[in-house]
T-cell receptor
Framework: LAKTTQPISMDSYEGQEVNITCSHN???????ITWYQQFPSQGPRFIIQ???TKVTNEVASLFIPADRKSSTLSLPRVSLSDTAVYYC???????????FGKGTSLLVTP | GAGVSQSPSNKVTEKGKDVELRCDPI?????LYWYRQSLGQGLEFLIY????????KSGLPSDRFSAERTGGSVSTLTIQRTQQEDSAVYLC??????????????FGPGTRLTVL
């Protein structure tokens, strides 16, 4: 399973764009990149998943460069309610990456 | 429809007692996962079920931990002779297909276990 590295914590002000980068140097050809969000006292929830280039949904965008050795989760105009822990996972159809790690703790302040 | 449910939401027990934690996955989801999250830590994988079988038990921390799934639905995680280090939030998740990574995992609210 590909190992991932992401910052332990990040701070932002309301209304700013937040970019969280995850490194996964040994990503395999069949691996997908998935991000989950976890609020305090709740289980994680799926945010976005991608394989290459850019994926966008109503919550976030995911940017994946051509070499796929990293990925960036972009949260536009964050609000206080975006304060949460964000997990980057890498895995593919040959298995199931279940290593959530410690994630990135994002704190959004007024 | 209903999401993943877990019971109890909180469990306080004494060291040495056995506890059972229950997970009801989303109807029709064939894959079921158990994780453990200690205070301030990330999620630690415990076990994965595909239908009623558990092809991956590699995360169970000791032989005091066991899990079963019956009828391809409800799962029970049992911890025997609980220790204080077992205190954590136990999270259950389910996914639609047979454990392919690209499947979205839907998590329950968790069971907070406190061992005194």
């Amino acid at each position: 399973l590909a190992k991932t590295t992401q910052p332990i914590s990040m701070d932002s002000y309301e209304g700013q764009e937040v970019n969280i980068t995850c490194s996964h140097n040994n990503i395999a050809t069949n691996d997908y990149i998935t991000w989950y969000q976890q609020f305090p006292s709740q289980g994680p929830r799926f945010i976005i998943q991608g394989y290459k280039t850019k994926v966008t949904n109503e919550v976030a965008s995911l940017f994946i460069p051509a070499d796929r050795k990293s990925s960036t989760l972009s949260l536009p105009r964050v609000s206080l309610s975006d304060t949460a822990v964000y997990y980057c996972l890498v895995g593919g159809s040959t298995g199931y990456a279940l290593n959530f790690g410690k994630g990135t703790s994002l704190l959004v302040t007024p | 429809g209903a999401g993943v449910s877990q019971s109890p939401s909180n469990k306080v027990t004494e060291k040495g007692k056995d506890v059972e934690l229950r997970c009801d996955p989303i109807s029709g989801h064939t894959a079921l996962y158990w994780y453990r999250q200690s205070l301030g830590q990330g999620l630690e994988f415990l076990i994965y079920f595909q239908g009623n079988s558990a092809p991956d038990k590699s995360g169970l921390p000791s032989d005091r931990f066991s899990a079963e799934r019956t009828g391809g639905s409800v799962s029970t995680l049992t911890i025997q002779r609980t220790q204080q280090e077992d205190s954590a939030v136990y999270l259950c998740a389910s996914s639609l297909t047979q454990g392919r990574y690209t499947d979205t995992q839907y998590f329950g609210p968790g069971t907070r276990l406190t061992v005194l």
